[in-house]
């Protein structure tokens, strides 16, 4: 399978997972809409095929097999009585309906595929129906032209995202995404005995340990050279953490996470005291980038699925899915 219609297809049954909540008016009854004999279901009356909802269902199921065994299909997953299998079926349907229904407004947005898109989905296709073997296609019901049609549905559908997210803001603060590496040292005010229970130290026993910090302070001012791990003991115990500012805020006062995240290289805390502790932190390094990068994708990413959620949320209020009961009783 060629990369990028691989990745679209995978991003989709990610991203679609449980977005659909509710569709207009539920699921109609078959009385409603005459089916095709291997319909499995209706979305806005395009048919989906026992063929096509194999091509997303039977890797899902594959998985399933392969991670937990036979067994688990016959698990009851609520107190309704609801089975494995009728859960993940539900959910199967849910990314289909939700790849659908997004592709399906490509049209009115201006948004196609291009001929090399159109290229690279039958080479795919070809691909895809080169490695599977006469059992599996006739067993699965699938075809290249189906191969094809979720290939071009889910690169449709991934277009859309692009185009409906390609002006979202892409700058970030510091305060959002940038993470530092820290050394700090922590003595609790507090400890367990030996019967289990938490006790607190008085606070002449506070006093000596807060001296205690404060000249491992002044031993590290005097001495640049030295760092927290060279003046660690059994009971000032050095930690490193990469951190943001929002996660120093959740364990200092904002004042005192602010002090911390300001901190240049190789500089020191004051003594930061809180409820439960005294601190003293120093910055082995203002920015760790791996960390940062990936909380600054992180903070696009939000932004993109904002703005697309809001588009969708209009869109599925006009969705409209009719089962097949008589095949939807018959799949796994």
């Not at 959740?250 to 005192?256: I, Q, S």
Request: a negative charge; proline letters at 2%.
């Amino acid at each position: 399978m060629n990369s990028r219609v691989k990745f679209v297809f995978l991003l989709f049954v990610v991203l679609t997972v449980g977005m659909l909540t509710s569709c207009k008016g539920g699921e109609s009854a078959e009385e409603t809409f005459t089916f095709r004999e291997d319909t499995v279901f209706a979305i806005n009356g395009e048919e989906v095929s026992i063929g096509e909802w194999n091509l997303y269902a039977q890797p899902i199921i594959e998985g399933v097999d392969n991670l937990y065994g036979d067994g688990i299909w016959d698990i009851k997953m609520d107190d309704d009585g609801m089975m494995f299998s009728d859960a993940l079926k539900n959910d199967v349907k849910k990314r289909i309906v939700n790849v659908k229904l997004i592709a399906s407004k490509a049209d009115s947005l201006g948004v196609s595929l291009s001929e090399d898109d159109k290229t690279e989905i039958t080479i795919s296709a070809e691909d895809y129906m080169e490695r599977l073997d006469a059992g599996t296609i006739k067993k699965y019901g699938i075809t290249e032209e189906l191969v094809e049609k979720v290939y071009s549905d889910n690169l449709l559908a991934t277009k859309v995202y692009e185009h409906l997210t390609l002006n979202v803001d892409t700058n970030t603060d510091e305060t959002e995404v940038r993470h530092m590496v820290l050394q700090y040292i922590m003595l609790p005010k507090s400890y367990e005995t030996r019967e289990g229970e938490t006790a607190v130290y008085s606070d002449e026993e506070m006093q000596v340990k807060k001296a205690k910090l404060e000249a491992v302070k002044k031993r590290l001012e005097e001495n640049p050279k030295l760092t927290m791990k060279d003046v660690e003991t059994e009971e000032l115990v050095v930690t490193e953490i990469k951190a943001d500012y929002a996660e120093l805020k959740e364990r200092l006062p904002e004042e005192d996470a602010g002090v911390v995240f300001w901190l240049r290289q190789n500089e020191m805390s004051p003594l930061i005291e809180t409820e439960e502790a005294l601190f003293l932190f120093e910055c082995e390094s203002v920015l760790d980038e791996e960390s940062t990068n990936a909380a600054r994708v992180k903070v696009i990413e939000e932004r993109e699925q904002q703005v697309f959620g809001t588009a969708y949320a209009e869109w599925k209020k006009d969705v409209e899915v009719k089962v097949n009961d008589e095949v939807w009783k018959t799949l796994k």
